[in-house]
């Protein structure tokens, strides 16, 4: 398969959810896309979309220019580019996988050893709705490079380009999902909790999306005080420890584990602990930072 230098065609290589919702958003802004997989039943499924089909990792990158990679991890990366990394040099590596900031630095050196430029990717999405209005995607790496391909990345989702920093979109990446991973288990729990006393979960939900309002005033609000140490004062300490006591008690009445909510309260009771012996209110985000 002949290069393109054509700005408006691309390369997707991993066809996971997140990846085939790639491909259908370039197509639909008029990309072409060429489109790799270790499986091939995915790749069928995007060619009969319009993709165009490359039998081999070397094939996908002499396609195009900028290839994305939406894998599980870092480490498929290199399990997939080793395959071809001939074809790398002049080539740009947009990958979108999740993995940690360490990881995407030294996946980053690895490509331009090789002779590719690259970019990292954190896709903050609701699931694999790219479309979703609260979907975008976080990028980091030269700005150079970022500016350059910008245009032709914009139908995956809008932009926040973060830094040089190769790491910094897993760093913020990861971040919002280490709020995002507690709230599953916890609305999980919540609902479990509704179910188990008889009542009707359907009922239950306009109130936590209503709860859910005060959130942003929450985050606002922490965030001010953890710039300056975080949060904290006895009698509130104890007021939250007694808190998820009563959470952990109206739970595992009617037979809901309580796991998440009891060891939400050892933070609580930790940060109560260290207050008393510091002679001073101590947070849990000091507890959790470390200093």
Do not use: C
Request: overall charge negative; aromatic content about 10%; charged content about 20%.
């Amino acid at each position: 398969m002949s290069e393109q230098n054509n700005n408006r065609s691309v390369s997707v290589l991993g066809l996971g959810p997140m990846g085939q919702a790639m491909v259908r958003a370039f197509l639909a802004a008029g990309v072409e896309v060429t489109v790799w997989n270790r499986s091939t039943a995915k790749v069928d499924a995007m060619v009969e979309l319009g993709a165009k089909r490359a039998e081999t990792v070397a094939e996908a990158l002499a396609a195009n220019e900028v290839s994305v990679l939406s894998l599980t991890h870092y480490a498929a990366m290199y399990d997939v580019l080793g395959q071809a990394s001939e074809a790398l040099p002049g080539k740009v590596i947009a990958n979108m996988s999740s993995d940690s900031p360490e990881k995407a630095r030294a996946g980053a050196a690895w490509v331009r050893e090789r002779g590719a430029q690259f970019l990292s990717g954190g896709v903050m999405s609701a699931g694999d709705n790219i479309e979703h209005p609260a979907s975008y995607i976080f990028y980091s790496g030269p700005k150079a490079v970022f500016d350059a391909h910008a245009e032709l990345l914009r139908p995956l989702s809008p932009q926040e380009y973060l830094g040089a920093d190769d790491g910094l979109a897993q760093i913020f990446y990861q971040a919002l999902l280490t709020v995002f991973h507690p709230w599953l288990i916890a609305f999980d729990q919540a609902t479990a909790m509704i179910a188990r006393s008889g009542h009707d979960i359907a009922q239950f939900v306009p109130f936590a999306v209503r709860s859910s309002e005060a959130y942003p005033y929450f985050m606002e609000e922490f965030s001010v005080a953890n710039q300056n140490g975080g949060w904290a004062d006895l009698a509130s300490l104890r007021m939250m420890d007694a808190g998820a006591q009563h959470i952990i008690d109206a739970s595992e009445e009617v037979g809901v584990d309580a796991g998440f909510s009891h060891l939400a309260q050892t933070y609580w009771r930790k940060a109560i602990a260290a207050s008393e012996a510091a002679g001073k209110p101590v947070s849990t985000f000091e507890l959790i930072k470390g200093q």
